[in-house]
Nanobody
């Protein structure tokens, strides 16, 4: 079994910054893709920023230049530095990981979500 534990959400004023963290633990052989999605009320879950299995990064157009994803492979941890936050960034942010487990199968896992609220 694999667990993803997120931290770092909260309430911030527009223009402020937050840093999210997500640590993967459990029966992990290797973490392939890992990153962040978000879901605002009444909207579908959308990609925010991810590392692909090849190590490249993808960002939503709406966050390019403001958000930066980084990772610590030794700790199976991914971070999301969010700067210049806007009210439209308000959402529940979910960590995602594609993990090769001890059974040598690749499974997809999600964190429990962390609330980010940006006030105007």
């Amino acid at each position: 079994q694999v667990q993803l534990v997120e931290s770092g959400g909260g309430l911030v004023q527009a223009g402020g910054s937050l840093r999210l963290s997500c640590a993967a633990s459990g029966s992990i052989v290797r973490v392939n893709a890992m990153g962040w999605y978000r879901q605002a009320p009444g909207k579908q879950r959308e990609l925010v920023a991810t590392f692909t299995s090849g190590g490249s990064t993808n960002y939503a157009d709406s966050v390019k230049g403001r958000f930066t994803i980084s990772r610590d492979n030794a700790k199976n941890t991914v971070y999301l530095q969010m700067n210049s936050l806007k009210p439209e960034d308000t959402a529940v942010y979910y960590c995602y990981a594609a993990v090769v487990t001890y059974s040598l199968m690749t499974n997809n896992y999600w964190g429990q979500g962390t609330q980010v609220t940006v006030s105007s």
